[in-house]
Protein backbone atom coordinates (compact mmCIF):
# COMPACT_ATOMS: atom_id res chain seq x y z
CA UNK A 1 0.00 0.00 0.00
CA UNK A 2 2.73 2.47 1.01
CA UNK A 3 4.32 1.78 -2.27
CA UNK A 4 1.21 2.49 -4.28
CA UNK A 5 0.88 5.70 -2.35
CA UNK A 6 4.21 6.67 -3.37
CA UNK A 7 3.59 6.10 -7.33
CA UNK A 8 1.08 8.56 -6.62
CA UNK A 9 2.95 10.86 -5.30
CA UNK A 10 5.88 10.78 -7.76
CA UNK A 11 3.08 11.25 -10.45
CA UNK A 12 1.49 13.67 -8.65
CA UNK A 13 4.29 15.77 -8.33
CA UNK A 14 5.70 15.90 -11.69
CA UNK A 15 2.42 16.10 -13.45
CA UNK A 16 1.75 19.15 -10.88
CA UNK A 17 4.93 21.17 -11.34
CA UNK A 18 4.56 20.33 -15.44
CA UNK A 19 0.68 22.52 -15.30
CA UNK A 20 1.75 25.06 -12.27
CA UNK A 21 4.26 26.75 -15.26
CA UNK A 22 1.35 25.67 -17.78
CA UNK A 23 2.74 22.51 -19.78
CA UNK A 24 0.36 20.46 -21.89
CA UNK A 25 -0.34 16.82 -20.19
CA UNK A 26 -1.12 15.39 -23.00
CA UNK A 27 2.67 16.14 -24.75
CA UNK A 28 4.13 13.67 -22.81
CA UNK A 29 2.34 10.83 -23.73
CA UNK A 30 4.58 9.96 -26.61
CA UNK A 31 3.58 6.16 -27.40
CA UNK A 32 6.66 5.55 -29.62
CA UNK A 33 8.82 6.46 -27.00
CA UNK A 34 7.55 4.70 -24.03
CA UNK A 35 7.84 1.49 -26.49
CA UNK A 36 11.45 2.37 -27.48
CA UNK A 37 12.31 2.62 -23.75
CA UNK A 38 10.58 -0.29 -21.85
CA UNK A 39 10.98 -2.53 -24.73
CA UNK A 40 14.88 -1.86 -25.08
CA UNK A 41 14.97 -2.55 -21.01
CA UNK A 42 12.85 -5.43 -21.20
CA UNK A 43 15.10 -6.77 -24.00
CA UNK A 44 18.13 -5.72 -22.10
CA UNK A 45 16.42 -7.91 -19.25
CA UNK A 46 16.83 -11.20 -21.30
CA UNK A 47 19.66 -10.94 -23.06
CA UNK A 48 21.35 -10.66 -19.49
CA UNK A 49 19.45 -12.24 -16.84
CA UNK A 50 19.27 -15.91 -16.17
CA UNK A 51 15.98 -17.40 -16.01
CA UNK A 52 15.60 -17.99 -12.25
CA UNK A 53 16.40 -14.52 -11.41
CA UNK A 54 13.68 -13.00 -13.65
CA UNK A 55 11.12 -15.18 -11.46
CA UNK A 56 12.74 -13.64 -8.45
CA UNK A 57 12.32 -10.32 -10.01
CA UNK A 58 8.46 -10.82 -10.47
CA UNK A 59 7.71 -12.31 -7.27
CA UNK A 60 10.05 -9.54 -5.77
CA UNK A 61 7.67 -6.89 -7.93
CA UNK A 62 4.52 -8.46 -6.58
CA UNK A 63 5.79 -8.77 -2.82
CA UNK A 64 6.64 -4.64 -3.11
CA UNK A 65 2.79 -4.39 -3.16
CA UNK A 66 2.50 -6.43 -0.13
CA UNK A 67 4.94 -4.44 1.84
CA UNK A 68 7.59 -6.50 4.30
CA UNK A 69 7.06 -8.23 7.31
CA UNK A 70 5.42 -6.44 10.55
CA UNK A 71 5.08 -7.52 13.89
CA UNK A 72 2.16 -9.85 13.56
CA UNK A 73 4.30 -11.92 11.38
CA UNK A 74 7.01 -12.80 13.96
CA UNK A 75 4.54 -13.25 16.40
CA UNK A 76 3.14 -15.99 14.78
CA UNK A 77 6.48 -17.57 13.87
CA UNK A 78 7.48 -17.33 17.70
CA UNK A 79 4.30 -19.27 18.66
CA UNK A 80 4.92 -21.75 15.65
CA UNK A 81 8.44 -22.26 17.32
CA UNK A 82 7.41 -22.30 20.59
CA UNK A 83 5.23 -24.89 19.99
CA UNK A 84 7.51 -27.00 18.20
CA UNK A 85 10.69 -26.78 20.63
CA UNK A 86 8.03 -27.86 23.37
CA UNK A 87 6.98 -30.75 21.56
CA UNK A 88 10.25 -31.99 21.26
CA UNK A 89 10.99 -31.24 25.03
CA UNK A 90 8.36 -33.19 26.14
CA UNK A 91 8.41 -35.86 23.64
CA UNK A 92 11.96 -35.96 22.55
CA UNK A 93 13.71 -34.68 19.12
CA UNK A 94 12.61 -37.73 17.00
CA UNK A 95 8.73 -36.84 17.53
CA UNK A 96 9.22 -33.80 15.50
CA UNK A 97 10.54 -36.57 11.99
CA UNK A 98 6.75 -36.88 11.17
CA UNK A 99 5.60 -33.40 11.32
CA UNK A 100 8.94 -32.28 8.94
CA UNK A 101 8.23 -35.33 6.65
CA UNK A 102 4.69 -33.91 5.97
CA UNK A 103 4.45 -30.81 7.35
CA UNK A 104 0.95 -29.98 5.43
CA UNK A 105 -0.06 -33.04 7.80
CA UNK A 106 1.41 -31.91 10.77
CA UNK A 107 -0.60 -31.54 13.80
CA UNK A 108 1.45 -27.98 14.24
CA UNK A 109 2.29 -26.52 11.26
CA UNK A 110 -0.75 -27.14 9.54
CA UNK A 111 -1.95 -24.38 12.03
CA UNK A 112 0.19 -21.95 10.41
CA UNK A 113 -0.59 -21.42 6.41
CA UNK A 114 1.74 -18.12 5.84
CA UNK A 115 4.64 -19.81 7.51
CA UNK A 116 3.45 -23.46 5.33
CA UNK A 117 3.29 -20.77 1.96
CA UNK A 118 7.20 -19.61 2.91
CA UNK A 119 8.89 -22.65 1.17
CA UNK A 120 12.44 -20.78 2.01
CA UNK A 121 11.38 -20.85 5.66
CA UNK A 122 9.72 -24.07 5.98
CA UNK A 123 13.48 -26.04 3.94
CA UNK A 124 15.41 -24.26 6.17
CA UNK A 125 13.87 -25.00 9.55
CA UNK A 126 13.10 -28.49 7.89
CA UNK A 127 16.61 -29.19 6.95
CA UNK A 128 18.04 -28.02 10.07
CA UNK A 129 15.66 -29.74 12.56
CA UNK A 130 16.48 -32.93 10.26
CA UNK A 131 20.38 -32.32 10.82
CA UNK A 132 19.60 -32.75 14.55
CA UNK A 133 17.45 -35.77 14.32
CA UNK A 134 20.65 -37.42 12.38
CA UNK A 135 22.74 -36.18 15.48
CA UNK A 136 26.41 -36.69 15.36
CA UNK A 137 27.07 -32.27 14.96
CA UNK A 138 27.81 -30.18 17.62
CA UNK A 139 25.54 -27.16 18.48
CA UNK A 140 28.80 -24.64 16.92
CA UNK A 141 28.94 -26.99 13.96
CA UNK A 142 25.50 -26.49 13.22
CA UNK A 143 25.50 -22.81 13.86
CA UNK A 144 28.27 -22.78 11.13
CA UNK A 145 26.06 -24.78 8.56
CA UNK A 146 22.92 -22.96 8.56
CA UNK A 147 25.09 -19.51 8.59
CA UNK A 148 26.09 -21.16 5.62
CA UNK A 149 22.86 -21.86 4.37
CA UNK A 150 21.77 -18.18 5.04
CA UNK A 151 24.83 -16.36 3.31
CA UNK A 152 24.16 -18.69 0.17
CA UNK A 153 20.34 -17.64 0.59
CA UNK A 154 21.01 -14.27 0.81
CA UNK A 155 23.55 -14.15 -1.80
CA UNK A 156 20.73 -15.95 -4.79
CA UNK A 157 17.67 -13.46 -3.20
CA UNK A 158 20.04 -10.13 -3.73
CA UNK A 159 20.71 -10.75 -7.16
CA UNK A 160 17.24 -9.66 -8.28
CA UNK A 161 17.01 -5.79 -6.15
CA UNK A 162 20.56 -5.78 -8.11
CA UNK A 163 19.78 -6.80 -11.84
CA UNK A 164 16.51 -4.12 -11.30
CA UNK A 165 18.91 -1.61 -9.90
CA UNK A 166 21.26 -2.17 -12.90
CA UNK A 167 18.27 -2.03 -15.32
CA UNK A 168 17.23 1.45 -13.30
CA UNK A 169 20.84 3.10 -14.37
CA UNK A 170 20.60 1.98 -18.03
CA UNK A 171 17.22 3.99 -18.25
CA UNK A 172 18.38 7.28 -18.65
CA UNK A 173 20.81 5.82 -21.66
CA UNK A 174 17.85 4.78 -23.09
CA UNK A 175 15.95 7.44 -22.74
CA UNK A 176 19.07 9.59 -24.70
CA UNK A 177 17.99 6.48 -27.59
CA UNK A 178 14.57 7.02 -27.73
CA UNK A 179 15.30 11.13 -27.47
CA UNK A 180 18.06 10.84 -30.67
CA UNK A 181 15.59 8.43 -32.78
CA UNK A 182 13.33 11.23 -32.25
CA UNK A 183 15.39 14.19 -33.71
CA UNK A 184 16.98 11.50 -36.25
CA UNK A 185 12.71 11.64 -37.53
CA UNK A 186 12.50 15.52 -37.03
CA UNK A 187 15.28 16.46 -39.21
CA UNK A 188 13.20 14.42 -41.86
CA UNK A 189 11.22 17.13 -41.61
CA UNK A 190 13.84 19.65 -41.41
CA UNK A 191 11.66 22.14 -44.28
CA UNK A 192 8.45 22.35 -42.34
CA UNK A 193 7.80 25.40 -39.77
CA UNK A 194 8.90 26.17 -36.70
CA UNK A 195 5.87 25.57 -34.82
CA UNK A 196 5.97 21.86 -36.67
CA UNK A 197 9.61 21.04 -35.77
CA UNK A 198 9.05 22.22 -31.94
CA UNK A 199 6.51 19.72 -31.48
CA UNK A 200 8.43 16.87 -32.95
CA UNK A 201 11.76 18.00 -31.30
CA UNK A 202 9.34 18.13 -27.73
CA UNK A 203 8.01 14.67 -28.70
CA UNK A 204 12.23 13.30 -29.33
CA UNK A 205 12.64 15.10 -25.76
CA UNK A 206 10.23 12.95 -23.73
CA UNK A 207 12.41 10.09 -23.98
CA UNK A 208 15.20 11.65 -21.92
CA UNK A 209 12.54 12.53 -19.93
CA UNK A 210 10.64 9.22 -19.32
CA UNK A 211 14.34 7.33 -19.29
CA UNK A 212 15.11 9.94 -15.97
CA UNK A 213 11.80 9.38 -14.36
CA UNK A 214 11.29 5.92 -14.89
CA UNK A 215 15.07 5.25 -13.24
CA UNK A 216 15.12 7.50 -10.65
CA UNK A 217 11.14 7.87 -9.89
CA UNK A 218 9.88 4.19 -10.27
CA UNK A 219 12.78 1.53 -11.02
CA UNK A 220 15.50 2.64 -8.30
CA UNK A 221 13.21 2.57 -5.89
CA UNK A 222 11.59 -0.38 -6.09
CA UNK A 223 14.87 -1.73 -6.57
CA UNK A 224 15.43 -0.19 -3.01
CA UNK A 225 12.31 -1.99 -1.63
CA UNK A 226 13.07 -5.48 -2.69
CA UNK A 227 16.71 -4.70 -1.16
CA UNK A 228 14.34 -3.96 1.92
CA UNK A 229 12.45 -6.88 1.92
CA UNK A 230 14.91 -9.81 0.82
CA UNK A 231 16.61 -8.37 4.20
CA UNK A 232 13.50 -9.06 5.64
CA UNK A 233 13.22 -12.47 5.08
CA UNK A 234 16.88 -13.31 6.06
CA UNK A 235 15.76 -11.82 9.73
CA UNK A 236 13.13 -13.83 9.31
CA UNK A 237 14.97 -16.90 8.81
CA UNK A 238 17.64 -15.91 11.44
CA UNK A 239 15.07 -15.78 13.86
CA UNK A 240 14.37 -19.46 13.23
CA UNK A 241 17.74 -20.04 13.60
CA UNK A 242 18.54 -18.65 16.91
CA UNK A 243 15.37 -19.93 18.26
CA UNK A 244 16.08 -24.03 16.95
CA UNK A 245 19.99 -22.96 17.91
CA UNK A 246 19.22 -21.96 21.30
CA UNK A 247 16.93 -25.39 22.24
CA UNK A 248 19.77 -27.27 20.83
CA UNK A 249 21.74 -26.32 23.29
CA UNK A 250 19.88 -27.64 26.14
CA UNK A 251 18.02 -23.88 26.81
CA UNK A 252 13.75 -24.50 27.73
CA UNK A 253 11.65 -23.55 25.29
CA UNK A 254 10.66 -20.37 26.59
CA UNK A 255 14.17 -18.97 26.81
CA UNK A 256 14.87 -20.15 23.34
CA UNK A 257 12.10 -18.31 22.11
CA UNK A 258 13.44 -15.12 23.55
CA UNK A 259 17.05 -15.62 22.13
CA UNK A 260 14.60 -15.77 19.17
CA UNK A 261 12.74 -12.69 19.52
CA UNK A 262 16.26 -10.95 20.09
CA UNK A 263 17.35 -11.07 17.16
CA UNK A 264 14.68 -8.69 15.67
CA UNK A 265 14.85 -5.26 15.02
CA UNK A 266 13.12 -2.94 17.34
CA UNK A 267 10.73 -1.79 15.13
CA UNK A 268 9.24 -5.00 14.32
CA UNK A 269 10.35 -7.16 17.81
CA UNK A 270 6.88 -8.30 19.54
CA UNK A 271 7.51 -7.27 23.32
CA UNK A 272 8.26 -9.62 26.01
CA UNK A 273 4.84 -9.84 27.59
CA UNK A 274 3.33 -9.92 23.70
CA UNK A 275 5.67 -13.15 23.02
CA UNK A 276 4.31 -14.67 26.37
CA UNK A 277 0.98 -14.46 25.27
CA UNK A 278 1.14 -15.84 22.47
CA UNK A 279 3.29 -18.61 22.78
CA UNK A 280 0.52 -19.61 26.36
CA UNK A 281 -2.60 -19.29 23.48
CA UNK A 282 -0.60 -21.33 21.10
CA UNK A 283 0.38 -24.10 23.92
CA UNK A 284 -3.33 -24.52 24.92
CA UNK A 285 -4.55 -26.84 22.03
CA UNK A 286 -1.43 -28.99 22.60
CA UNK A 287 -2.50 -28.69 26.42
CA UNK A 288 -6.35 -29.56 25.63
CA UNK A 289 -5.33 -33.30 23.46
CA UNK A 290 -3.34 -34.09 26.52
CA UNK A 291 -5.73 -33.67 28.65
CA UNK A 292 -8.06 -35.27 26.81
Known amino acids: ?24 PEVLVQVSEIVVICGAAL ?38 LYRVFRTSQQAGIMSLETHFDAPEESAILSEYPEFL ?4 ALEFLSDSVKVIIVGGISPHDLEELMDEDLETLHEEEAKAPSTVNKMGDALPGLGIVAAVLGIVHT ?7 PEVLGEMVAAALVGTFLGVLLSYGFVGPIASNMEYRVASELTYLHC ?9 KGFPPAIAIEFARRVLPPEI ?10 CKTAARPAAQAEAA
Open 187 to 193: MAYIDQP
Open 43 to 80: GALLIGTPLGVIKRIVGGLIGVLRGTRGRADYLELLAM
Open 117 to 120: ANQQ
Open 269 to 278: RPSFEETEEA
Open 1 to 24: MLAIVGVIVVIGSVLGGFLMVGGH
Open 240 to 248: IKAGLLAVY
